[in-house]
Nanobody, 120 residues
Framework: QVRLVESGGGLVQAGGSLRLSCAAS????????MGWFRQAPGKEREFVIAENWSGGSTVYLESVKGRLTISRDNAQSTVFLQMNSLKPEDTAVYYC?????????????WGQGTQVTVSS
């Protein structure tokens, strides 16, 4: 059974940084490509950033370009979301998700989410 557990959320002042972690278990981490999504109160879920199968990553949210990056540690089976220069509009619940090769762009596995609150 695949399990994703996020951590690292919290309250930070505008301009600050946070690093979110997402620990995966249940199958080899190398078989996943990971993504991060977020959902603010009263808003739809947004696709933020994701790893590509060919290497590297793609930022899907224009407002976070240059500020948020994704990385992984295969030895720890963990993916990270480094968030710099945070803004109040980045306040949301952040979710990590995993997809596998035979499912194309579909993310089948989700974490429980971690709250990020950016104060002005």
């Amino acid at each position: 059974q695949v399990r994703l557990v996020e951590s690292g959320g919290g309250l930070v002042q505008a301009g600050g940084s946070l690093r979110l972690s997402c620990a995966a278990s249940g199958r080899p981490f190398s078989s996943f490509r990971m993504g991060w999504f977020r959902q603010a109160p009263g808003k739809e879920r947004e696709f933020v950033i994701a790893e590509n199968w060919s290497g590297g990553s793609t930022v899907y949210l224009e407002s976070v370009k240059g500020r948020l990056t994704i990385s992984r540690d295969n030895a720890q089976s963990t993916v990270f979301l480094q968030m710099n220069s945070l803004k109040p509009e980045d306040t949301a619940v952040y979710y990590c998700a995993a997809r596998t090769p035979h499912r194309g762009p579909i993310y089948d596995y989700w974490g429980q989410g971690t709250q990020v609150t950016v104060s002005s």
